[in-house]
């Protein structure tokens, strides 16, 4: 159990708040709050409700989620439950497109209904990092535009670093195999500070590639953020974003 899941078992119990009782609270699954209770899941989406919740400091629950992200970094695996030929963590490969792509799901119709997967643990901080260990946080309907496209998927964003142009809770979907345009809003996926770390990675607007520099432009605050071209895994432009 991870000083996250410790730490918010300990302030569940001392509020007297049921794991059903939270996650109606905050607007999640009570299996999703179990799985983090559990030490799952090291980053939820909604992690500053469920800090409010708990009466937890911001910083502190910040600091207990990078912490459970680092550990989870080095031995998480995408869950038994959910693979299959088509689902594999990124840790496995880093080529660009090694994007977890599960099997179609039946839907209400009868007829096959894919669903993509919303993958990166968002570490948080001002520049909007994201923590890409292979491991799903939800799955989402794939709309038609992306029907075809092998290895597609969404990312929530966390943070303000690209207000106004997206709002912390937004969906993002990605189309891994598009070639990215000067301009475009992108998720680049960077090598990790240390070798036995996932890769990070960034929702930004793409400047380019600069000498041996990749240059992104960030909305909030504004600026532009750079790395070296050697360190770029991937650039994948987000196609469209909506609210839920």
Known sequence: MSKLSERLTSRAAELNISQTDL???????????SD????????????????????????????LIRDAVSEAG???????????????SFLEDHEPNAILDPAP????????????????EAVGGD???YTFNGQVLDYVACPPSLANVPNAYAVW???????????????????PGKPARRGDDVIVQVKPRHEDMPPRGFVKELVGFIGDKLVLKQ??????????????????????????
């Open 23 to 33: 996650a109606s609270r905050v607007d999640m699954s009570q299996p999703s709050i």
């Open 36 to 63: 983090l209770f559990a030490g799952l899941t090291a980053s939820p989406r909604k992690w500053r409700e469920i800090a409010k919740v708990l009466q937890i400091d911001e910083a502190e629950m910040l600091e």
């Open 74 to 88: 080095k031995t998480q695996r995408v869950p038994r439950s959910i693979s299959s030929s088509g689902v594999r």
């Open 105 to 120: 799901i039946s839907g209400s119709s009868g007829r096959p209904g894919r669903m993509l997967p919303v993958l990166g």
């Open 127 to 129: 520049d909007g990092q």
């Open 157 to 175: 964003i966390d943070g303000e670093s690209m207000y106004p142009r997206y709002k912390s809770g937004e969906l993002v979907y990605v189309h």
């Open 219 to 244: 909305y909030n605050p504004d600026m532009r953020i750079e790395f070296p071209r050697s360190d770029v895994i991937s650039i994948h432009p987000i196609t469209f974003s909506g609210k839920y």
